[in-house]
C-alpha cells in the first residue's frame, strides 16, 4: 500500500468551508434567458454559475471521502473539453447566408417584424470571417486558465509548483489548433496560481490523437454512423417536424421572411449567433430576442438527439470507440495505485488530456453515465423535458470528466466529478467515493474486453471529416 499523506488529515476540515481565492466580485453582465439551453455551444457559466462573479471559488466540499477515513488524493485524471472558441466554417458560411437574407429578402410584414429587422440592422453587423474556423478565443484561453486555478486550489499536492516545474505532470492533448491553445491556456493557469513568472517553465505537452481523436480512426464508428445516412433518421425526423417547423414559421414572420428561405439549418444559425455572441463577447446578441425558452428548449432537443444518435447511446460503436482512452484512463489509475517501497518515486502525479466535446460523449457513455430509460427520438420530445441526457449541462466549452485517485485506510479509492461536480457510478450509488477495486469490477467486462482493433475493425486510412465540435 502507497503511505498516506498529511493531507489526509487536513481533508475532512478544508471541506467544510468553500474557498475563496480571487478578492473582487465581477459585475455579471446582462444573461440571454435562452443561455442554458445552447448545447455543446453553451457556456461553462451556465453550469457553474459562481464562476460568473469570480471565476476563482472553489467549494473544497467536492471532495467526498469517506468520513471517518483518512484519505490522501494521490492522482488527477481529467479529461478536458477545449473552451470557447469561434465557428467553425459550416456555420460562418450559414451565419453568411443568413445575414444576406435578412438584408436583401427580408420585407416589412408586420410590425413586430419591423421592429425587429430595424433593431438587428442597427444594431449587428456580421463580423465572422471564415480565417476563424473553430479557433480559439480569448475567453476560452480564459476558461482552461481559470479552471487550472480552481483544480489547483483543490489539489495543491497534485498540481503543485514542484510538481510542474520538475513536469511530472503529464499534459496530452489533441492536434486540432483549439486543443493545443487549451492546454496551453491550462498550463499558463497552474504558472499564474504558483506566481511561477520569472523563469516560469514553457508549455510542455504531447499530441496525440489516437487519444483524444479516436472517433476519427475508428473504421466502425466511421462507415457505421459517421458515413451512414441512416445513422441519424430521428434527427433528420425531428428537424423536420412539427416542434422545429413552428419555430421555424415563428421566427420567420419576425425576420419577415418568406418561410421557404428560411430553412431549419438557418434557424439554427440565427440561435448559433447569439450563443458565440455570449461565450465569444459576454454581450446579449439582438438575435437572442428571436427566441423565447419554448423555442429554445426545441433547437437544444433538436442538438441532443444529434449527439445522442452520433456521440452517446444511439448506436453501440459510439461508445465502443472510446476504447482506448478508456484503457489509457485506467492503466494510469492502475499505476498510481499499486503498492510501492518508500524508496521508490511517488505516483504521477496528475494527467492532463485535453480534446473535443465528441472526446469526452463517447468516454461517458462507455462509463454508463447520463443515461435515461427512455431513447429520445423524433416523437418523443414532449416525454422528454426531465431527460438526464442534456449536452447543455453536459459538454459545455471547457467540460471536464475528472477521476480522483486516494491513499485511503481501507485501500485506495476514486471519486468521479463532471464539471466539478461530484457524481456516483452507475452501480455504485451508494458511495460517492468507492474502493478502486469496486470500480474495476464494475467495469470489469471493459477491462478485460473493449479491444478498439476488434471493435472498430481496423483503422481508418488518413483523416475523417472535420465535424468535431
Not at 440561435?271 to 428548449?297: G, M, Q, T
Request: net charge positive.
Amino acid at each position: 500500500m502507497f503511505q498516506l499523506g498529511t493531507h489526509g488529515f487536513l481533508l475532512a476540515a478544508l471541506s467544510l468551508v468553500p474557498t475563496r481565492v480571487c478578492c473582487s466580485s465581477a459585475e455579471v453582465p446582462d444573461v440571454p434567458k435562452i443561455a442554458a439551453y445552447f448545447g455543446t455551444k453553451t457556456r461553462y457559466e451556465e453550469v457553474k454559475p459562481n464562476v460568473l462573479r469570480d471565476p476563482l471559488t472553489v467549494n473544497t466540499s467536492v471532495l467526498r471521502p469517506p468520513p471517518g477515513e483518512f484519505c490522501s488524493p494521490v492522482h488527477l485524471t481529467a479529461v478536458i473539453r477545449h473552451g470557447s472558441r469561434y465557428p467553425t466554417l459550416k456555420n460562418i458560411r450559414r451565419i453568411q447566408r443568413l445575414s444576406e437574407l435578412l438584408q436583401k429578402d427580408a420585407s416589412r410584414t408586420s410590425e413586430g417584424s419591423t421592429e425587429r429587422l430595424q433593431e438587428l440592422r442597427s444594431r449587428w453587423e456580421p463580423w465572422y470571417t471564415e480565417d476563424m474556423d473553430g479557433q480559439l478565443v480569448r475567453k476560452g484561453r480564459d476558461d482552461l486558465r481559470f479552471l487550472a486555478q480552481r483544480l489547483a486550489t483543490l489539489f495543491p499536492s497534485l498540481l503543485s509548483e514542484e510538481n510542474l516545474r520538475k513536469r511530472r505532470i503529464r499534459f496530452v492533448t489533441s492536434s486540432k489548433h483549439r486543443c493545443v491553445s487549451s492546454v496551453e491556456a491550462f498550463q499558463e493557469g497552474l504558472q499564474q496560481h504558483w506566481g511561477c513568472h520569472d523563469n516560469a517553465p514553457g508549455y510542455s505537452h504531447s499530441v496525440d490523437d489516437e487519444l483524444m481523436r479516436f472517433f476519427e480512426l475508428c473504421h466502425g464508428y466511421v462507415e457505421g454512423v459517421e458515413n451512414n445516412r441512416t445513422a441519424l433518421l430521428e434527427v433528420e425526423k425531428f428537424k423536420h417536424g412539427k416542434e422545429m417547423e413552428a419555430v421555424r414559421r415563428r421566427i420567420a414572420e419576425k425576420l419577415g421572411l418568406s418561410l421557404h428561405l428560411l430553412t431549419p439549418d438557418l434557424v439554427e444559425a440565427a440561435f448559433f449567433i447569439c450563443s458565440y455572441e455570449l461565450s465569444i463577447k459576454s454581450i446579449h446578441s439582438p438575435w437572442c430576442f428571436l427566441f423565447d425558452k419554448s423555442d429554445a428548449k426545441v433547437l437544444e432537443y433538436k442538438s441532443d438527439l444529434k449527439q445522442f444518435w452520433k456521440r452517446s447511446y444511439g448506436h453501440v460503436i459510439n461508445s465502443l470507440s472510446s476504447c482506448q482512452l478508456f484503457h489509457h484512463i485506467f492503466r494510469t489509475l492502475d499505476k498510481a495505485g499499486r503498492p510501492r517501497r518508500s524508496t521508490e518515486a511517488g505516483p504521477e502525479p496528475a494527467s492532463i488530456l485535453v480534446g473535443h466535446a465528441e472526446t469526452l460523449l463517447p468516454l461517458l457513455s462507455l462509463l454508463g453515465l447520463y443515461k435515461d430509460q427512455t431513447l429520445p427520438t423524433a416523437s418523443n420530445y414532449h416525454s422528454q423535458h426531465g431527460r438526464s441526457f442534456r449536452t447543455s449541462r453536459i459538454i459545455p466549452y471547457a467540460a471536464n470528466l475528472l477521476f480522483v485517485l486516494y491513499d485511503c485506510q481501507r485501500g485506495p479509492r476514486l471519486q468521479l466529478l463532471v464539471n466539478e461536480t461530484p457524481l456516483r457510478f452507475p452501480d455504485l450509488q451508494t458511495d460517492d467515493t468507492p474502493l478502486y477495486r469496486d470500480v474495476r469490477a464494475t467495469y470489469r467486462h471493459l477491462l478485460d474486453g473493449c479491444d478498439f482493433r476488434r471493435v472498430c475493425g481496423g483503422r481508418v486510412e488518413g483523416r475523417g471529416p472535420n465535424t468535431e465540435l
